[in-house]
């Protein structure tokens, strides 16, 4: 861990930083982004990964998205494997981030560096950018997520390039600065489920796997106890951008009305609900964090309960 006076050194940069940044939020749109991409400040990722459906419980599959960017990505782009390069790979589950001094290491192998601001994109409606984005805005990275991803940019008539070209390393990696309150772990969230913790769960599954009407890919179905459903899917359009923000405080007031803070959002592996978090931040909301086992790490515990129905 940095010193005490390190520590504080980095945050005054990180504030600094953070008031002369690019980037004008969380999201940008494909003009924007057209009209900076060649600054040099600038890295663009595309975050996509590929996670079928499952066909029946317990079917869990999933692999890089690199070779769809290799075919079609944004000119200048590199690839973020939220599958393997940039998740833990001693984690007891899928998709786990990595401490900061490795995620900040594998960025700077993406051509991220101190200094550095990113966007980033995807190709699967969003969700996949937003777990990224949520992985930076951990460590004090200045990011944010293009609206709509690579269809936005390419219905907007600009050009794509292809190839497997990766931008080249950083000549220094970014200092990670871990903001906390971001990430909640299991006996957290068991305590707030249970109730003797301040809080409240909200569950970014589609209806059939927060009700345990579909089949999981994990080891039971259903939702943690005391949850309340907030689809990260039904946050956005059918382009992948967000809804408009009238729309999004609607349906966000209507569920979250009288919850206690913190927030904190879950799914099946931490993806959907980087979905949700994205919407709750555009909205205002700062009390925000991420369940990153979800239910894949809860669910293989016959201890810890789970209910089913709506």
């Known amino acids: ?78 690839h973020a494997d939220l599958t393997g390069d940039l998740s833990d790979p001693r984690a007891p589950y899928h998709f786990a981030v990595p401490a900061p001094d490795a995620l900040a290491a594998g960025l700077a192998r993406l051509g991220v560096g101190e200094g550095s601001e990113v966007v980033v994109y995807d190709t699967a409606g969003g969700i996949w950018a937003a777990r990224l984005w949520w992985m930076l805005r951990a460590i004090s990275v200045p990011a944010a997520v293009l609206d709509g991803g690579l269809r936005a940019w390419e219905t907007a008539g600009h050009p794509l390039a292809s190839g497997d ?89 209507t569920v979250l009305a009288g919850a206690d803070a913190p927030l904190v959002l879950y799914c099946g592996g931490g993806i959907s609900a980087a979905g949700t978090a994205l919407a709750l931040t555009v909205l205002g909301h700062e009390d925000v964090s991420l369940y990153d086992g979800s239910l894949e790490e809860w669910s293989k515990d016959p201890a810890r309960p789970m209910e089913q129905g709506g």
């Open 165 to 253: 070209t990766a931008p080249p390393p950083a000549a220094a990696p970014p200092i990670p600065v871990p903001r906390p309150g971001l990430w909640t772990g299991v006996e957290e969230v068991a305590a707030i489920s249970a109730g003797v913790r301040p809080g409240t769960l909200v569950c970014a599954l589609p209806p059939g796997g927060y009700d345990g009407s579909a089949p999981t890919r994990y080891t039971r179905r259903g939702h943690i106890p005391g949850s309340r459903s907030l689809p990260g899917r039904s946050l956005m359009d059918d382009t992948g951008r967000l809804l408009p923000r009238a729309e999004l405080a609607a349906r966000a007031g």
């Open 1 to 78: 861990m940095p010193s005490p006076d390190k520590r504080d050194a980095q945050l005054t940069g990180v504030r600094s930083a953070a008031m002369t940044s690019l980037l004008p939020g969380p999201l940008v749109d494909a003009t924007w982004l057209a009209d900076h991409l060649h600054d040099p400040r600038l890295a663009v990722l595309d975050a996509t990964a590929v996670l079928p459906s499952p066909r029946h419980d317990g079917d869990h599959r999933s692999t890089s998205g690199r070779p769809g960017w290799a075919e079609r990505h944004l000119p200048g782009s590199g």
